[in-house]
């Protein structure tokens, strides 16, 4: 079980709006950065986001990060087909003194 | 080419042993924290360990404390994953992957995996 909460599955259509939330704590999230992956269908994740809302280089401003004490979020505007993956969030624990992934999303673009 | 290989995976026997390798190439190895991750069929990522530049901090999920040991060898640009006692839930593809790990303030903060490699499969079964 994770310790950080994602909504399993979220979804939108075309041109929408859509954000995915990742819960966590004090030890996670409040205090460390927090990071988003992108997983298509069978092939290795993607960062899409690092230090909570910067954007590697190649990655559309489409997706966005923000955080705001034991929570995160990621926000997909303009939703296109594409984008229809797994998401995920993580970010290290000082409790566990580890990294911490978020269950997944599964983005659906109806 | 930024790249990392993995290699070494395959079907092993409860209470087995395996070892990974990861090839890195296209970058300066030794100024990066490197990291195991893993994922098991149909399920999340789970970190499974990292560790630092020099290989003077190692970091472990609990799950495998104990029985899995990483190491680095900065002159042939390589990360191992040593595997003992495996499990049937040990089964799964293993990415390596290069972090970030950005640090500041006498603190690092891992996990920001910039570069994965294409995994490995490790089946546990008899």
């Known amino acids: 079980q994770s310790v950080l909460t994602q909504p399993p599955s979220a979804s939108g259509t075309p041109g929408q709006r859509v954000t995915i939330s990742c819960s966590g704590s004090s030890s996670n999230i409040r205090s460390n950065y927090v990071y988003w992956y992108q997983q298509l269908p069978g092939t290795a994740p993607k960062l899409l986001i690092y230090r909570n809302n910067q954007r590697p280089s190649g990655v559309p401003d489409r997706f966005s990060g923000s955080k705001s004490g034991t929570s995160a979020s990621l926000a997909i505007s303009g939703l296109r087909s594409e984008d229809e993956a797994d998401y995920y969030c993580?970010?290290?624990?000082?409790?566990?003194?580890?990294?911490?992934f978020g269950g997944g999303t599964k983005l659906t673009v109806l | 080419e930024v790249q990392l290989v993995e290699s070494g995976g395959g079907l092993v026997q409860p209470g087995g042993s395996l070892r990974l390798s990861c090839a890195a190439s296209g970058f300066t190895f030794t100024n990066y924290w490197m990291s195991w991750v893993r994922q098991a069929p149909g399920k999340g990522l789970e970190w499974v360990a990292n560790?630092?530049?020099?290989?003077?901090?190692?970091y472990y999920v609990d799950s495998v404390k104990g029985r899995f040991t990483i190491s680095r060898d900065n002159a042939k640009n390589s990360l191992y994953l040593q595997m003992y006692s495996l499990r049937a839930e040990d089964t799964a593809v293993y990415y390596c992957a290069r972090d970030l790990a950005y640090c500041g303030g006498g603190s690092c903060y891992p996990g920001a995996f910039d570069i994965w490699g294409q995994g490995t499969m490790v089946t546990v079964s008899s």
């Open positions: 560790i630092k530049q020099d290989g003077s901090e190692k």
């Open positions: 993580a970010s290290w624990d000082d409790s566990l003194s580890g990294v911490l």
